[in-house]
């Protein structure tokens, strides 16, 4: 049985950025919270990049100790779509199977692991009978050569395969559950209510990386299943990169030691949570995936945990109050489930403040990291609006939303989405958002855009 080694102990600190300071009367408070974990993954527990600012509120670092009886090892099932399209061109198919045997290689001796072939029905094609293999030299062979027999045929049913994995993986006595999905095309041979029903029941249980394969897919359907399942989406245009694309995916896959860690969220009688969204390293509305975890305090899944760094941001209703008074607004702190069923272990924790004033430019001053991220929040909304309008014909609003986008992107020194932009509108001036659409516009570059539109980046030195 294995358990953490005092190499591998991951630490959890909490650091909450705000500006604390209200009028007279007001009552939105608004945080940015950065939870940063070290020493448990593959960094060796190098501190990740950290915001410009000081944080008004640090928690001190809380290591995990080793719990009895806790496994810490992993469980993968990798999903490859085997429906007919991927035989079209022939070369997809065989990039597929060079990929899966990538992520293959890259797993860690000891890792369960399975692989599922998906068309209009879920099939397992290693090592089969309903269970998992332990990743060695010989299974990993085994497996490769079972690899050499996948050939394309049928529909596309995601759902069906999900729910496979969630079986396979369920049966795990693991720490760590995790799901790697490729399509290239439509899930059209179940209906949208059948996936979703699949993604409502697998959520929590794993997560899940998606992967679409070409320019033959949705891009809402690949990336609602990795927001569903707390993973990552992306667009691999060419098949040939399928193999590198895989072995990150199985090296990020395989850095992971923590699971199930929520972002607990309490707040004193009279306060409310208003909304609460994950705004590093991408943009993902948590609001609505509250479970309530005692009076007054709910829990937001965060999913697994390697040498990362992530940042939320919280917004508070506190009740009005008088110049002069303060307060707690929330108690944000990060927790695991206790796997003798008892109470949910804290790890780290920081705290979000009201302090009213009448000191107007204490009260009006915007903190530099919410200001940031509300900023790449409304960026990857404007681009989904400016895509949508211009697949609709509405080109004056796609104009009007992608040229907001470029301004956004350049403001924050979003690069990356910078670039994307600039394959979908000529730009004129983007200090001032002024741009023109561009007459041809390549279907993966448009699908690629859409699909990373969600990607942020952190606040510069």
């Known amino acids: 049985m294995a358990n953490f080694s005092k190499s591998n102990v991951p630490q959890f600190s909490v650091e909450v950025y705000q500006n604390e300071f209200l009028p007279e009367g007001g009552r939105e408070v608004n945080a940015i919270v950065t939870v940063t974990s070290t020493g448990g993954g593959t960094s060796g527990g190098i501190p990740l990049a950290g915001a410009s600012s000081s944080p008004s509120s640090v928690s001190s670092v809380s290591p995990i100790s080793p719990i009895?009886?806790?496994?810490?090892?992993?469980?993968v099932v990798v999903m490859v779509d085997c429906s007919g399209s991927m035989d079209y061109p022939p070369t997809k198919m065989r990039n597929a199977r060079d990929a899966t045997a990538a992520a293959i290689d890259t797993l860690r001796?000891?890792?369960?692991?399975a692989v599922v072939s998906g068309t209009h029905e879920a099939a397992e094609v290693y090592p089969g009978g309903g269970r998992l293999a332990t990743a060695d030299a010989t299974t990993r062979a085994r497996a490769k050569e079972a690899l050499r027999r996948l050939g394309a045929g049928g529909g596309t049913a995601i759902g069906t395969w999900l729910r496979l994995a969630d079986r396979l993986l369920g049966?795990?006595?693991?720490s760590i559950r995790h799901g790697i999905l490729l399509t290239d095309g439509r899930n059209e041979h179940e209906t949208p209510e059948d996936l979703r029903a699949a993604l409502d029941a697998c959520a929590g249980r794993f997560t899940c990386d998606a992967r679409g394969v070409g320019t033959d897919w949705e891009v809402k359907e690949v990336t609602g299943i990795a927001s569903a399942l707390l993973g990552t989406a992306d667009i691999v245009a060419d098949p040939s990169g399928l193999a590198a694309d895989f072995t990150r995916m199985m090296e990020n896959a395989m850095g992971k030691e923590v699971a199930d860690v929520a972002l607990r969220l309490w707040t004193p009688v009279g306060a409310e949570i208003a909304f609460v969204k994950q705004v590093a390293p991408t943009v993902e509305e948590l609001t609505g995936r509250r479970t309530e975890a005692g009076p007054r305090a709910g829990d937001y899944p965060t999913g697994s945990w390697g040498d990362e760094s992530r940042d939320y941001h919280v917004c508070v209703r506190v009740p009005e109050a008088g110049v002069g008074r303060e307060m707690l607004a929330a108690r944000a702190s990060l927790v695991i489930p206790d796997p003798a069923g008892g109470t949910p272990r804290p790890l780290a924790q920081g705290l979000v403040r009201?302090?009213?004033?009448?000191?107007?430019?204490?009260?009006t001053s915007i903190n530099p990291q919410v200001a940031h991220y509300t900023g790449q929040a409304e960026l990857a909304h404007v681009i989904q609006q400016g895509l949508d309008a211009r697949k609709s014909g509405d080109f004056d609003n796609a104009t009007a939303k992608l040229g907001r986008a470029v301004q956004l992107a350049a403001a924050s020194g979003n690069e990356d989405t910078a670039k994307l932009l600039a394959k979908v509108v000529d730009v004129v001036d983007a200090a001032t958002g002024t741009v023109r659409l561009k007459a041809r516009v390549t279907e993966a570059d448009e699908m690629t855009l859409e699909t990373r539109s969600t990607k942020t980046v952190r606040v510069k030195k």
């Open 109 to 113: 001796d000891g890792t369960a692991f």
């Open 171 to 174: 049966d795990a006595e693991v």
């Open 354 to 363: 009201a302090v009213w004033t009448d000191d107007m430019a204490a009260s």
């Open 68 to 75: 009895p009886g806790q496994r810490t090892d992993a469980a």
